[in-house]
């Protein structure tokens, strides 16, 4: 027998033991030093960004002017990066200004599948050194990263979304700024805080359990949207912090805000390899992810027919994989602002507009169709009419526009298809006027409608369009129902009454009706560790970007239960009676 001095959890009564050490060569400090890490950052705190006002004459307006300045006097060129080593190919792209579409902000390039290839075969092989590093050393990464997106990259961050995806400069801050560093800061506060969590040990002297989070083995795919440049940091850099690879694919329209994403966290010390940079088409990206048996799971943000066939091709090719893949989508809505007799009509049509027209309505979570009692509704409707005359609409350079141009000419063709609807077949209060000559304009659109069940107020249009039904005071439960069924997404809602009764009642009808549900606010403006986002039914798979649960997506945990006694015998006590 060897005696051995064991070293306890901090937090164990018994903190001495003599035993019989099976493996007496490895220490139980030595375990506990590799599977939990020493933690440094036991006393780090978080809390979110503060957002710059960005008035005249401000220090934060004139160093943004002259980033915009820089970015709209030439095209920036942006590689495909895999490793260390930067690619073009044959296959050019430009993203151009939704304002200004005349104008080349950046060349680009697409990938081709045998770049693709190298890139998951690279991820792959970094995986398994990238996992090796302890998360100190990644949070001392990311909470670097976060001060320099805060600091001397803000500028460029907000520059490049502003002119590149259409944002006014408020829209970008809460976003590229605000929401990145947001993101950046709390998911390293919420995989410390998971972290703590080991499992019990109810005999210490004889055995103990560890538990390590692991990177998903294989790697993940990282789909981005257009509309915010930090859900590209957020799709790429979550999965990265947790010990994967990652191929980050970015939207043709927001490749420069995520090109200058993917270069912060170079410079802080993300290894090559780790997250490699490969623009490409849509389907050619899906077909090669979904055709390597080493995909772990996929991140995405964008629409339901590119989500559901990623998610068929993962189901036609499950035989394939080495492990089962992870699926995570949100892929937007048909947001809902319900109002109740007994609402407060200012704050409904304030909340409104900002919901439905704030970035041309192309938030996931814009406000897009709404339910009004006819008793209210001549002041809702009169409300809303002599605001929206008021919404300036120009370039984003100009910051006296409310908002500016949809993203690009198909989106612009989308939207202006259900305007042409409503002018045939609604009623247009105000708006109702595009024009993609120079920019990709369109006028926030009001529009009355007397069939709640029209498509306008059941297809997801994501541009500046608001559709109305006003209810007869007497159907609130009817109307409730409507709100429920009549469209296949539950991503976000709004409830307006100040009838208390009435909220509790209805924020239990409505709980399976959106993931983010408000009570006399807008559908919009969910934060990073206030309001975790994501909906459930066809708006995703609703884990909760910006909280803690989405942190464990991409961990596989591995248990690890050592034992310090030998094992002597293999009957039971009962056997012998």
């Known amino acids: 027998?060897?005696?051995?001095?064991?070293?306890?959890?901090?937090?164990?009564?018994?903190?001495?033991?003599?035993?019989?050490?099976?493996?007496?060569?490895?220490?139980?400090?030595?375990?506990?030093?590799?599977?939990?890490?020493?933690?440094?950052?036991?006393?780090?705190?978080?809390?979110?960004?503060?957002?710059?006002?960005?008035?005249?004459?401000?220090?934060?307006?004139?160093?943004?002017?002259?980033?915009?300045?820089?970015?709209?006097?030439?095209?920036?060129?942006?590689?495909?990066?895999?490793?260390?080593?930067?690619?073009?190919?044959?296959?050019?792209?430009?993203?151009?200004?939704?304002?200004?579409?005349?104008?080349?902000?950046?060349?680009?390039?697409?990938?081709?599948?045998?770049?693709?290839?190298?890139?998951?075969?690279?991820?792959?092989?970094?995986?398994?050194?990238?996992?090796?590093?302890?998360?100190?050393?990644?949070?001392?990464?990311?909470?670097?990263?976060?001060?320099?997106?805060?600091?001397?990259?803000?500028?460029?961050?907000n520059a490049t979304t502003m002119l590149g995806q259409g944002k006014t400069v408020i829209q970008a801050e809460i976003d590229a700024a605000a929401e990145l560093i947001d993101f950046i800061r709390m998911n390293a506060f919420f995989a410390k805080e998971v972290l703590k969590y080991q499992p019990l040990s109810p005999s210490p002297e004889v055995y103990r359990n560890h538990l390590k989070l692991r990177g998903l083995e294989g790697f993940v795919a990282a789909v981005a949207p257009f509309n915010f440049t930090a859900i590209g940091g957020n799709l790429a850099y979550t999965p990265a912090l947790m010990g994967n690879g990652v191929l980050l694919k970015p939207s043709d329209t927001a490749v420069l805000s995520n090109y200058v994403i993917f270069q912060i966290m170079k410079e802080v010390g993300v290894p090559s390899g780790v997250v490699n940079f490969v623009p490409s088409d849509g389907p050619v990206f899906g077909d090669a992810i979904t055709a390597s048996p080493d995909l772990a799971g996929i991140n995405f943000t964008g629409s339901v027919p590119t989500f559901s066939r990623l998610w068929s091709q993962v189901g036609n090719n499950l035989s394939k994989y080495k492990n089962f893949p992870r699926l995570i989508g949100e892929c937007g809505?048909?947001?809902?602002?319900?109002?109740?007799?007994?609402?407060?009509?200012?704050?409904?049509?304030?909340?409104?507009?900002?919901?439905?027209?704030?970035?041309?309505?192309?938030?996931?979570?814009?406000?897009?169709?709404?339910?009004?009692?006819?008793?209210?509704?001549?002041?809702?409707?009169?409300?809303?009419?002599?605001?929206?005359?008021?919404?300036?609409?120009?370039?984003?350079?100009?910051?006296?526009?409310?908002?500016?141009?949809?993203?690009?000419?198909?989106?612009?063709?989308?939207?202006?298809?259900?305007?042409?609807?409503?002018?045939?077949?609604?009623?247009?209060?105000?708006?109702?006027?595009?024009?993609?000559?120079?920019?990709?304009?369109?006028?926030?659109?009001?529009?009355?409608?007397?069939?709640?069940?029209?498509?306008?107020?059941?297809?997801?249009?994501?541009?500046?369009?608001l559709a109305v039904y006003a209810y007869p005071d007497a159907e609130v439960e009817k109307s409730l129902h409507l709100v429920d069924t009549s469209t296949p997404y539950a991503l976000t809602g709004a409830i307006f009454s100040l009838d208390e009764a009435f909220l509790t009642h209805a924020k239990e009808y409505l709980k399976y009706s959106t993931g983010n549900m408000y009570l006399n606010d807008r559908s919009t403006g969910s934060v990073v560790g206030q309001q975790p986002f994501g909906g459930g039914r066809m708006s995703g798979t609703n884990d909760k970007a910006g909280g803690p649960h989405n942190i464990l997506k991409w961990s596989s945990p591995i248990t690890i239960k050592e034992t310090y006694v030998q094992t002597k015998e293999w009957t039971y006590s009962y056997m012998n009676s």
């Open 333 to 465: 809505g048909k947001n809902f602002h319900f109002v109740h007799p007994s609402a407060d009509v200012t704050s409904v049509v304030m909340a409104t507009i900002r919901s439905a027209f704030e970035y041309s309505g192309q938030k996931c979570s814009a406000c897009s169709r709404m339910y009004v009692p006819q008793s209210i509704w001549p002041k809702v409707k009169e409300g809303l009419v002599e605001n929206m005359k008021k919404l300036k609409i120009g370039p984003v350079n100009d910051f006296s526009v409310f908002t500016s141009a949809v993203i690009d000419e198909r989106a612009f063709d989308r939207i202006s298809g259900y305007i042409d609807h409503a002018k045939k077949n609604l009623t247009i209060l105000q708006g109702g006027e595009y024009d993609k000559s120079d920019g990709y304009f369109i006028k926030p659109t009001l529009i009355e409608t007397k069939d709640p069940m029209d498509k306008i107020m059941r297809e997801e249009i994501f541009g500046p369009v």
């Open 1 to 157: 027998m060897i005696s051995y001095r064991v070293l306890t959890h901090p937090r164990s009564i018994i903190t001495t033991a003599r035993i019989q050490l099976l493996q007496p060569q490895r220490s139980l400090t030595q375990l506990t030093k590799s599977v939990v890490p020493p933690n440094e950052f036991e006393d780090f705190k978080v809390a979110n960004e503060p957002i710059l006002g960005y008035d005249k004459g401000t220090k934060e307006r004139r160093v943004l002017e002259s980033a915009l300045e820089k970015y709209s006097s030439e095209t920036m060129e942006v590689p495909i990066v895999i490793g260390d080593k930067e690619y073009k190919t044959d296959n050019v792209r430009y993203q151009v200004m939704p304002h200004n579409h005349k104008k080349k902000l950046a060349k680009f390039y697409y990938a081709t599948p045998d770049l693709l290839n190298l890139a998951m075969t690279t991820a792959v092989k970094a995986q398994k050194e990238w996992d090796r590093v302890p998360f100190n050393d990644k949070f001392k990464m990311w909470l670097k990263a976060a001060d320099m997106m805060a600091g001397p990259w803000r500028p460029r961050l």
